[in-house]
């Protein structure tokens, strides 16, 4: 129930180099095998390399992205101190310099003026002197030459002026304003310039991370895989090789030191045999019956005079084919755990092979005879009844069934004498009796159909189950045409169905068959089930089957079963056409289920 099952997790192909004992008990934890590692750690070494290089690249990256970070802040810082200062060489020009100029030109002008005004007045002093004789001519030219020095001198400081406004003015405040935006523009620039360096130290930095998280990773990988080259039990169990065949041969793979292993292979299995369990395959004739904490007896052939208790633990919901290329045989996978004490279930190992019986149902106090005692003709069964020296057939009303045994609910008494394998000595009668059924199901398959009402329990039996759908109780008998149940060892193991000496298998020439391929008309026992087929191919279940429900010999023969041509066959027109096919030579045995009450 509880099995660990160890792997290699080594990449690729690898080495056995050490392996415990097939059977050796061991702990979680301990080691129970070795792959060869020597591959692995030389890789290990290179890698181990490329992960400090990608390291040192890393971290050269994150100072790179610093000194950056650095650069840019200084670079806006001088963008932003360039522009401050254009800023203040407009303002000193605006405020200061310009107006400092145009105020030291104006007062060199007032000066000039003044100047040349007293040199106007002297000059006009000296010729009025000079007229009366008290200055001499070159006093008087003297005076004259200092005026004209002083109109010169006021003609340069205006024209001095008249530079500064006109030109110079205009020219360095064009300048300085010009400096002011392109040192704005260059802050912006700066800013770009700094953003895309930042973002390319970055990008930088990211890749050196990545990279190395990369070879880091692969380090980690091959120190995990080197790791992985011990494998350790999950769990207390006893060691067992997970030999398996290999479906492109015929020789086994055999799990041993120097045997190479590939990813993902089984090695070890550690079965915990503390809590063991059978793996069981139930036929789908069977499936319906079986249900979780069902009892079963489970008989081990290595212990055969052993009986081990379990209980049914899983049943699978879809089946798993169990034949070859095309089979329709279908099982469905069970698990069947073993219930007994430790000591007990200890003894047993896996890979043993077991027999199990699903303990569906018991019953106490019920009336039976053997099934080779039973006669099953059409939908009725009967039986050979001795009472002294004479011999009566008596009809019969049946319930369920198992492969020994047939429940009876109405017909017999306990004590009743009946003959076993009557087919042997009463075939005259029997043959006799299956041509009067024949002839009355002919009969009743040319009137209407008639509703069948739910049979009354007989005096002193059980009631008889409700029909049921298909598959449901694949062993099952009951009105609806289900095939009886067997033993309840039946539902795990492999028993045949029982047959009376009218039975048979295989299918006669000359003997028309059902829609899926069976004789019509087969003599009882277990042969073909008419009313399984029916029920089989009724899907809707309401009693009738239409022409597209209809499915072999049926559906290419379907108006010779529609005996009244409505478009549909009902229960009594499908067995008055078997009837019709019927042959000489009754049967004995299990009742179909058609003709078996009960579940």
Not at 211 to 229: D, F, G, H, M, W
Not at 505 to 520: A, K, T
Request: a negative charge; hydrophobic letters at 35%.
């Amino acid at each position: 129930m509880k099995n660990a099952v160890l792997t290699s997790k080594v990449e690729g192909s690898t080495t056995i180099i050490m392996i415990v004992p097939e059977g050796t008990n061991v702990k979680e934890g301990d080691l129970v095998c070795e792959l060869d590692s020597s591959a692995l750690s030389d890789k290990e070494t290179q890698q181990e390399i490329l992960v400090e290089k990608a390291k040192a690249a890393f971290e050269q990256g994150k100072e790179d992205l610093l000194i950056q970070e650095a650069q840019n802040e200084s670079d806006l810082e001088a963008a932003k101190l360039k522009l401050r200062l254009a800023e203040i060489d407009l303002k000193k020009f605006t405020e200061g310099d310009l107006v400092q100029q145009k105020n030291d030109l104006d007062g060199k002008i007032k000066l000039a003026e003044e100047n040349l005004s007293r040199a106007q007045e002297s000059f006009e002093y000296a010729q009025r002197l000079a007229k009366k004789g008290y200055r001499t001519q070159n006093d008087l030219e003297s005076e004259r030459i200092a005026v004209e020095t002083a109109k010169i001198a006021v003609k340069q400081v205006v024209g001095e002026r008249r530079v500064l406004v006109d030109f110079s003015e205009g020219r360095n405040l064009a300048e300085l304003e010009a400096n002011v935006k392109e040192f704005a523009r260059e802050i912006q620039r700066t800013e770009s310039k700094t953003r895309a360096a930042l973002a390319q130290k970055k990008a930088e930095l990211r890749a050196r991370e990545l990279t190395y998280e990369v070879e880091s990773k692969k380090y980690e990988r091959l120190t995990a895989q080197i790791k992985a080259c011990k494998i350790c039990a999950s769990q207390d169990g006893q060691v067992v090789y997970a030999n398996v065949r290999d479906g492109r041969s015929t020789e086994n793979v055999m799990i041993d030191v120097g045997v190479g292993v590939r990813e993902r292979q089984a090695i070890i299995n550690l079965p915990d045999l503390d809590q063991m369990k059978v793996n069981a395959r139930i036929h789908e004739s069977r499936i319906s019956m079986v249900r979780q904490k069902m009892p079963v007896i489970v008989k081990i052939d290595a212990y055969p005079e052993e009986v081990f208790h379990g209980e049914v633990d899983m049943v699978a919901s879809v089946p798993s084919s169990t034949g070859g290329f095309g089979s329709t045989t279908k099982e469905y996978e069970a698990v069947v755990r073993i219930t007994d004490e430790t000591e007990k279930v200890n003894k047993l190992r896996p890979g043993l092979t077991a027999t199990t019986e699903v303990l569906v149902e018991r019953r106490e106090d019920v009336l039976q005879i053997p099934v080779q005692a039973n006669i099953t003709i059409g939908a009725k069964q009967f039986v050979f009844v001795v009472t002294g020296k004479k011999v009566d057939l008596r009809p019969i009303k049946v319930g369920k069934t198992n492969s020994n045994f047939i429940e009876v609910i109405d017909g017999l008494v306990e004590g009743d004498g009946v003959v076993m394998n009557p087919h042997s000595h009463f075939k005259k009668e029997i043959t006799e009796l299956e041509t009067e059924q024949a002839k009355e199901q002919s009969k009743e398959s040319n009137k209407a159909p008639e509703i069948i009402a739910p049979a009354k329990p007989a005096e002193g039996g059980s009631p008889a189950a409700p029909p049921k759908k298909p598959g449901e109780g694949a062993t099952a008998a009951g009105p609806a045409g289900n095939r009886p149940e067997r033993s309840p060892a039946a539902a795990g193991g492999s028993e045949r169905p029982a047959a009376g000496p009218g039975g048979g298998e295989g299918r006669p020439q000359g003997v028309p068959s059902d829609g899926g391929g069976r004789p019509l008309g087969s003599g009882g026992g277990a042969g073909f089930d008419p009313m399984a087929r029916f029920n089989d191919m009724d899907k809707d279940q309401d009693g009738k089957v239409t022409k597209d429900e209809a499915t072999g010999r049926m559906a290419d023969n379907f108006d010779n079963f529609d005996a009244d041509s409505d478009g549909s066959v009902t229960k009594d027109e499908y067995l008055g056409a078997i009837a019709k096919f019927r042959g000489g030579g009754g049967g004995g045995g299990r009742p179909r289920p058609s003709e078996a009450g009960g579940n």
